[in-house]
């Protein structure tokens, strides 16, 4: 079962296109619980209630060898039929990319990962490789100051596009193992409607609903592609810290089920 294969079929147990992102930021968990202990309570209380879950990896990184022991552990307990997302951005020269894809994609085993295509082709194309990971191109950013560059108008063909729409052209071109989908943030509505239209078939990564300020109604409605799926809708900060205190587990739960159920509300307009 290949990543998109297991995606679905998470969406469809558990009528979900929430994503969770588990970003544990010790300054923000309770006092006195560990990063894996934090993390296992928010997965025992939302895994009934998400089709995947997202780690980015920087807050691992950031606590060295704890940190790294404790994406491990959190790696073995999420459920297996629940598919997992390297959010790590990464992307370098063909050598040094080749290793991050054995790093996440085999050591970890993680399902997916997020890369940047700033380098071009042969940095992307050792991820590409992993026929049966899902491969996510940064596209639209959700922050501010991704308009700095991928909003610039290049030279393309034989007339000027936005960079956004570009690397959207180029992914698509890269797909040829069906195993490429695009990032896109719900703080640019208009970008990602523009990008559907384009592509209706490829899977979009949505971060930016929640904290970010990103408008859940637009994401589902600019993001389905033409089946009624296709997009999958992540959460972090409004799901793992909807409380600091020692309820902040059935507090996830309780913002994990509440996103999600407008999430349906939302596909059922």
């Excluded at 194309?125 to 909003?151: H, M, V």
């Excluded at 959207?168 to 523009?194: C, D, F, H, M």
């Excluded at 799926?229 to 959460?235: D, F, R, T, W």
Aim: glycine share 10%.
């Amino acid at each position: 079962m290949n990543f998109f294969q297991k995606l679905e079929s998470a969406q469809k147990e558990n009528r979900s296109l929430l994503c969770v992102g588990l970003d544990p930021d010790p300054a923000r968990i309770p006092q006195g619980l560990g990063i894996f202990d934090f993390n296992r309570a928010i997965i025992e209380a939302t895994s009934d209630l998400v089709c995947a879950y997202k780690p980015n990896l920087a807050f691992y990184e950031a606590l060295g060898d704890e940190g790294q022991d404790a994406l491990k552990r959190t790696l073995e307990h999420i459920p297996s039929r629940i598919p997992v997302i390297a959010d790590g951005k990464r992307g370098d020269i063909g050598n040094t990319s080749r290793a991050y894809a054995r790093a996440f994609l085999d050591n970890l085993g993680f399902d997916a990962i997020t890369v940047n295509p700033y380098l071009g082709f042969d940095s992307v194309e050792p991820f590409l490789e992993y026929r049966d990971k899902g491969i996510f191109i940064l596209c639209r950013t959700s922050n501010p100051g991704s308009a700095d560059f991928q909003s610039l108008r290049c030279h393309y063909g034989r007339g000027y596009r936005p960079l956004f729409e570009i690397v959207a052209q180029k992914a698509s071109q890269w797909n040829t193992r069906g195993n490429v989908g695009l990032v896109i943030g719900a703080t640019y509505p208009e970008e990602l409607r523009l990008i559907r239209e384009s592509h209706p078939e490829m899977t979009i990564l949505i971060p930016g609903i929640g904290a970010q300020g990103g408008d859940l109604g637009l994401a589902v409605r600019y993001g389905l592609n033409p089946r009624g799926s296709g997009i999958i809708l992540n959460s972090s900060r409004q799901v793992i810290y909807a409380s600091s205190g020692k309820d902040f587990a059935t507090a996830a739960r309780k913002a994990a089920s509440s996103l999600r159920d407008q999430i349906n509300q939302h596909l059922a307009r």
